[in-house]
Nanobody
Framework: VQLQASGGGLVQTGGSLKLSCKVS????????LGWFRQAPGKEREFVAY????????EYADSVKGRFTISGDTARNTVYLQMNSLKPEDTRIYFC????????????????????WGEGTLVTVSS
């Protein structure tokens, strides 16, 4: 399984970006989809996860109401729509795929995910 993330860039405070993550090698509807982010010298932090059909979805408190995770099984692609961006959202963003759904606490940790894409940098200017 390979993941290729794209869509990062530079945006002003209050702006929007949509990240994409193309999954190849397996069909998307067998997985749990996740997004994490990481600042230099910091641990990777949870952003959002969703079952492939959207039946179970959770967000980090810091992005709730501003970010939306979604999946397109026809395109085997995971998206992260980011609105009302803030300078503190400046991070490298990583998409990830888990083979199964764990309990909520574990699902929000990197160890729940078996496959990772290379990061895409999001920079929000003040």
């Amino acid at each position: 399984v390979q993941l290729q993330a794209s869509g990062g860039g530079l945006v002003q405070t209050g702006g929007s970006l949509k990240l994409s993550c193309k999954v190849s090698g397996r069909t998307l509807n067998t997985y749990v989809l996740g997004w994490f982010r990481q600042a230099p010298g910091k641990e990777r932090e949870f952003v959002a996860y969703s079952s492939w059909n959207g039946a179970r979805t959770e967000y980090a408190d810091s992005v709730k109401g501003r970010f939306t995770i979604s999946g397109d099984t026809a395109r085997n692609t995971v998206y992260l729509q980011m609105n009302s961006l803030k300078p503190e959202d400046t991070r490298i963003y990583f998409c990830a795929v888990a083979n199964m759904m764990f309990d909520s606490v574990i699902q929000k940790t990197p160890r729940a995910y078996a496959y990772w894409g290379e990061g895409t940098l999001v920079t929000v200017s003040s």
